[in-house]
């Protein structure tokens, strides 16, 4: 089984700054499939990068999604009041198919 | 729009089953796998199985292989998951989503990430 572990557990930024989330893989993660999500309290999570860099339907360009093999990076260029939620990697590559633990974007 | 909306909140009792179900909307539910993940308070999310509605094939995690039924109904374009033996552990909120499928030569393959998601269904095990 693959194991995801996400970086930083907390990112404390401000309207307007850029994020950068980490996603590290125990094992290559195959074809790089890997997904981002984000969740809001009360909320299922919502698709927003697959492939490790193809944005779903419907997702602002602000987020992009990097990396390859067992690092992988989620970037919000600028961030919008609206993105300040939890996030969390999957991925896709050898089932069973896995999840980090989450990083909680927060403002600051 | 493609919309799944799941089944109201359980509360059973350590040792019961529980079957949640996921109704599809907005798109052609043969086309498309649905996925069972559920989100334990504190844990992380954790994926249970999934099922070809037009098949019928299913492929269910190692952990809960003996556990967990996955099933749909294509005429009702429903899915459901029944999870047997509860134990107090499995108290989380369950989701079903739609495979995020790509079309290929005319072909859906499915990809094994998830687009939409079911609202989710609480699950509490109590005695």
């Known amino acids: 089984e693959i194991v995801l572990t996400q970086s930083p557990g907390t990112l404390s930024l401000s309207p307007g700054e850029r994020a950068t989330l980490s996603c590290r893989a125990s094992h290559t993660v195959n074809s790089n499939y890997l997904a981002w999500y984000q969740q809001k309290p009360g909320q299922a999570p919502r698709l927003l990068i697959y492939?490790?860099?193809s944005r779903a339907t419907g997702i602002p360009d602000r987020f992009s999604g990097s990396g390859s093999g067992t690092d992988f990076t989620l970037t919000i260029s600028r961030l919008e009041p609206e993105d300040f939620a939890v996030y969390y990697c999957?991925?896709?590559?050898?089932?069973?198919?896995?999840f980090g633990q989450g990083t909680k974007l927060e403002i600051k | 729009q493609v919309q799944l909306v799941q089944s109201g909140a359980e509360v059973k009792k350590p040792g019961a089953s529980v079957r949640v179900s996921c109704k599809a909307s907005?798109?052609?539910?043969?086309?498309?796998?649905v996925h069972w993940v559920r989100q334990a308070p504190g844990q992380r999310l954790e994926w249970l199985g999934w099922?070809?509605?037009?098949?019928?094939?299913?492929k269910v995690s190692q952990k809960f292989r003996g556990r967990v039924t996955i099933t749909s109904d294509t005429s009702a374009t429903t899915s459901y998951m029944e999870l047997s033996s509860l134990r107090s552990e499995d108290t989380a909120v369950y989701y079903c989503?739609?495979?995020?499928?790509?079309?290929?030569?005319?072909?859906?393959?499915?990809?094994?990430?998830?687009?939409?998601w079911g609202q989710g269904t609480l699950v509490t095990v109590s005695s």
């Open positions: 999957q991925q896709y590559g050898s089932s069973p198919y896995t």
């Open positions: 907005g798109y052609t539910f043969i086309n498309y796998a």
């Open positions: 099922i070809n509605p037009d098949t019928g094939d299913t």
């Open positions: 492939g490790a860099s």
């Open positions: 989503a739609r495979d995020r499928a790509v079309i290929v030569g005319g072909l859906h393959v499915f990809l094994n990430c998830f687009d939409p």
